[in-house]
């Protein structure tokens, strides 16, 4: 099991089902809903998440056609995201956790997307794609991976 926060702590969560794999992701959407330099999300059944608290504040916005990312109205801290052709997987913000993740991230993907800034060579040797990871290297549950 799994719990986490939003920053404010108002939103606290549960969850009770195994996470899937999940990357590094450069795309500028990841990006600015992050404010970071990737987002790292991974997928559970919806059925899987428990909202403990913080329902009053959980706000969804339509990022794109089809894409609800859902967020703390107080303090603006990512919880998850979804697709509404796939609601029943939720793609949790991984820097929601509260609690320790064993698993380690399996890829950088859309780096051609990727802040001109960033350089990942300095601190990674994950495999990079430009755009998808294969899935030999990487599933992305509950995202729109082909």
């Known amino acids: 099991m799994h719990s986490g926060s939003c920053l404010c702590g108002n939103i606290r969560y549960e969850l009770h089902g195994e996470l ?4 590094h992701c450069h795309c500028q959407s990841c990006r600015k809903a992050s ?3 990737f987002g790292a999300n ?3 059944d919806r059925n899987d998440f428990r909202l403990l608290s913080g329902a009053d504040t959980l ?3 339509e990022s794109s056609p ?3 990312r859902a967020f703390c109205s107080r303090c603006g ?3 998850y995201a979804y697709l509404t052709k796939s609601p029943d997987v939720l793609r949790i913000r991984l820097g929601s956790l509260d609690t320790p993740l064993a698993s380690r991230a399996r890829a950088h993907t859309w780096i051609s997307d990727k802040a001109d800034w960033e350089d990942i060579a300095a601190f990674s040797t994950l495999p990079q794609f430009s755009e998808w990871a294969t899935r030999d290297v990487l599933v992305q549950k509950g995202s729109r991976q082909p």
């Open 77 to 79: 801290s990512p919880i």
């Open 35 to 37: 404010g970071s330099a």
């Open 20 to 23: 899937s794999d999940f990357g």
């Open 42 to 44: 991974a997928g559970v």
């Open 59 to 61: 706000r969804e916005f």
């Open 66 to 68: 089809g894409k609800l």
